[in-house]
């Protein structure tokens, strides 16, 4: 079955949301940190005042879940990646040296990742800046 891609960013957000719960839940967690440990592409979410990351080809599918993702024979990176830039939500940025290291920030209590080469997709509508500038969460 042909999961559906996601249309908005509060899709990918409630996605990466639902993995960040289960590395803080311990729920699936192994699964989930293969996920970051394969990882090549994440989509970067501000939440408050904090980064979020999630794997491109786990976040850009629609309602997903650990279960639904491991079920799903037809995942694919490319075609979430294509997706996000084909629905105007994200731009790609490689090689930055700020989303590395809160990149390493938002990883490392949970596992060590060679992240050098990591790639990330950041909301089309911000600039790099609003990333780094403080900024309150009222939910």
């Not at 899709?11 to 960040?20: R, W």
């Not at 075609?79 to 939500?89: C, D, E």
């Not at 989303?99 to 089309?124: D, G, R």
Request: net charge positive; with cysteine.
């Amino acid at each position: 079955m042909q999961e559906e891609l996601v249309e908005k960013r509060s899709d990918v957000i409630k996605n990466i949301l639902t993995l960040y719960h289960s590395l803080i839940s311990g729920n699936n967690k192994t699964d989930v940190l293969d996920l970051y440990n394969y990882g090549k592409w994440f989509v970067v979410e501000k939440i408050g005042n904090r980064l979020f990351f999630g794997p491109s080809r786990f976040v850009g599918y629609k309602n997903n879940s650990i279960e639904i993702h491991k079920n799903n024979e037809n995942k694919d990176g490319t075609q979430t990646n294509k997706n996000f830039l084909k629905r105007s939500l994200y731009s790609k940025i490689e090689g930055n040296g700020f989303l590395i290291n809160q990149f390493q920030k938002f990883i490392s209590p949970f596992m060590q990742k060679e992240i050098e080469k990591t790639k990330f997709f950041v909301p089309n509508n911000i600039d790099l800046s609003d990333l780094n500038a403080n900024s309150a969460c009222y939910f």
